[in-house]
């Protein structure tokens, strides 16, 4: 089943401790991005890689960090969380110029 | 990217034809019309998109009106699931960052 996967679904943490959400997909697209939703502000893209080892940010990066050392991986590294980036997070994918594939979501609290 | 207009919420009646409407008058030549929904918190999902021709597909039509400047997405036989968020999106096609500019969508509700 085409599908993309992020881990862990829900997360609680504490201010200043690292952590990292990944993503994979099963579908060998070579884009993939991160967006976070928060109430108010709708869906805002963090980071994105058009292919294995090219990254760039999007409209939120700071206090973010990603990686895209193979093509199914994007994993969304947070180095020191802080209280307002307690969001919901998606990971999606797709080809290029295709229509884009969503994970099912990451619920993290920092506190 | 054009901007779109959608009301910000709409019911249907289970088993009734959903028509939800979006409106980009700024809408330019090579622009695609995407709709997205979005169920609860989960991942949005990807329902349809089109240039200039009517399309359809398993989950629901998109009709374009010729001068582009509107559309409408319709289920043609709404159910309880299809309640959810929906948005209209319109993006150029671009090899590079496909990033999709979510606006606030319309809220659809399923009535039984």
């Known amino acids: 089943e085409a599908q993309v996967t992020q881990n862990p679904r829900y997360l609680i943490t504490v201010t200043g401790k690292k952590l990292t959400v990944t993503c994979s997909q099963n579908?060998?697209?070579?884009?993939m991005s991160w967006y976070r939703q928060d109430p108010g502000l709708g869906l805002r893209q963090i980071y994105y890689?058009?292919?294995?080892?090219?990254?760039d940010k999007g409209d939120v990066p700071e206090g973010y960090k990603v990686s895209r050392k193979e093509k199914r991986n994007f994993p969304l590294i947070l180095e020191s969380p802080s209280p307002n980036q307690t969001s919901l997070y998606f990971c999606?994918?797709?080809?290029?110029?295709?229509?884009?594939?969503f994970g099912p979501g990451t619920r993290l609290t920092v506190t | 990217d054009a901007k779109t207009t959608q009301p910000p919420s709409m019911d249907c009646a289970e088993g009734r034809a959903a028509n939800l409407p979006c409106n980009h008058s700024?809408?330019?030549?090579?622009?695609?019309v995407y709709w997205y929904r979005q169920i609860h918190s989960q991942g949005p999902q990807y329902i349809i998109h089109?240039?200039?021709n009517n399309e359809t597909n398993e989950m629901a039509s998109l009709i374009i009106t010729e001068d582009r400047k509107s559309s409408t997405l319709i289920l043609p036989h709404a159910t309880l699931r299809d309640t959810a968020v929906y948005y209209c999106?319109?993006?150029?096609?671009?090899?590079?960052?496909?990033?999709?500019?979510f606006g606030t969508g319309t809220r659809l509700t399923i009535i039984p």
């Open positions: 089109g240039l200039k």
């Open positions: 700024t809408i330019s030549g090579n622009e695609y």
């Open positions: 999606a994918s797709s080809y290029w110029g295709y229509e884009q594939y």
């Open positions: 890689s058009m292919n294995v080892e090219v990254t």
């Open positions: 999106i319109v993006s150029p096609p671009n090899f590079g960052n496909e990033k999709l500019t």
């Open positions: 579908m060998n697209h070579e884009y």
